[in-house]
């Protein structure tokens, strides 16, 4: 596609339930990001890959929160024993290239934990 | 630390007004780069401007205009004869410029209401 494609758009789980969301950059992006935006704030960086190695994720709030890109394209964040705290929408984000290149958002994915 | 502060958490508007959102960071980085996104209520985030840390200079694209002055640390967005569509969450964001990375420090946003 055109843009970043994010799966599932709405995501409603259960406390203590494992979710996985997944990411679509734009073809022939090498970096891609995630941010968590919760109600009433800005997006808040999670973590960052160029390529399949996450160059940095010191964004990533605890050990519950993992993410993959295994192929260099489609990334998924992987959260383990949600938490009603985790609720938030999800952002993934890829550019071109790594450093300050502009940035492309996807609609991101709502995540409701009950 | 870095920060971003919009002060302005809402703003209500005639279309027709002009309107100026407000963006204050603080970086010790000498080198950084500061955005404007705007989020309609579909939730995708727009990119709208890059600025570095070098360059003063004001940028005008149509209808829109930024003003950059490192001495107060602001990054001012105005928006000229605003209309209905201009209607958004309109984030500043700073980025550390070393290692690479576009890891944003995002402000908590205006929400911008342009009425008819």
């Known amino acids: 596609g055109a843009g970043v494609s994010q799966t599932p758009s709405n995501k409603v789980t259960e406390k203590g339930k494992y979710v996985e969301l997944r990411c679509d950059p734009i073809?022939?992006?090498?970096?891609l990001y995630w941010y968590r935006q919760s109600l009433g704030q800005g997006p808040e960086f999670l973590i960052y890959?160029?390529?399949?190695?996450?160059?940095?994720d010191s964004g990533l709030p605890n050990d519950r929160f993992f993410a993959v890109r295994p192929e260099g394209s489609v990334s998924t964040l992987k959260i383990q024993r949600t938490e009603r705290g985790d609720s938030a929408v999800y952002l993934c984000?890829?550019?071109?290239?790594?450093?300050?290149?502009?940035?492309?958002f996807g609609q991101g994915t709502r995540l409701t934990v009950v | 630390a870095q920060k971003v502060t919009q002060a302005q958490t809402e703003i209500s508007v005639v279309e027709k007004e002009d309107v100026t959102l407000d963006c204050v960071y603080e970086?010790?980085?000498?080198?950084?780069?500061l955005f404007w996104y705007k989020q309609p209520p579909s939730g995708e985030l727009v990119f709208l401007i890059r600025?570095?840390?070098?360059?003063?200079q004001n940028e005008i694209s149509g209808r829109y205009s930024w003003n950059f002055q490192k001495s107060t640390s602001s990054f001012n967005f105005t928006i000229t004869a605003s209309q209905v569509v201009d209607s958004a969450v309109y984030f500043c964001?700073?980025?550390?410029?070393?290692?690479?990375?576009?890891?944003?420090?995002f402000g908590k946003g205006t929400k911008l209401t342009v009425n008819p």
């Open positions: 984000a890829s550019s071109l290239t790594a450093g300050v290149t502009e940035a492309f």
């Open positions: 073809s022939g992006h090498t970096a």
């Open positions: 890959f160029q390529g399949t190695g996450a160059a940095d």
């Open positions: 970086t010790r980085d000498t080198t950084y780069y």
């Open positions: 600025r570095n840390s070098f360059d003063e």
């Open positions: 964001a700073l980025s550390e410029a070393k290692g690479g990375s576009e890891k944003l420090v």
